[in-house]
């Protein structure tokens, strides 16, 4: 079987989805967050979201291996 493009993606993903969490989670309280996304912490969301993609892309490596 050939090369399966979703598993660096996933790995990539995922990987980026925890650093911006962490980021998010580190600068939590900042007056940046008051000024510019009206108090919300968009790098805890975007993080998560990423983190989804990322183990989605995960679990359909390991579903297409099983086949």
Known sequence: MGFDIRMPI????????ILL????A???GSAM???HSLGVNMN???GGALLC???AMLA???L???E
């Open 26 to 28: 580190a600068t939590q």
């Open 44 to 46: 805890v969301w975007w």
């Open 21 to 24: 969490i962490g980021y998010g």
């Open 33 to 35: 967050y008051a000024e």
């Open 10 to 17: 996933g790995m990539l993903f995922t990987l980026f989805g």
């Open 53 to 55: 993609f990322g183990l």
């Open 64 to 66: 297409r291996r099983k």
């Open 60 to 62: 359909l490596t390991r």
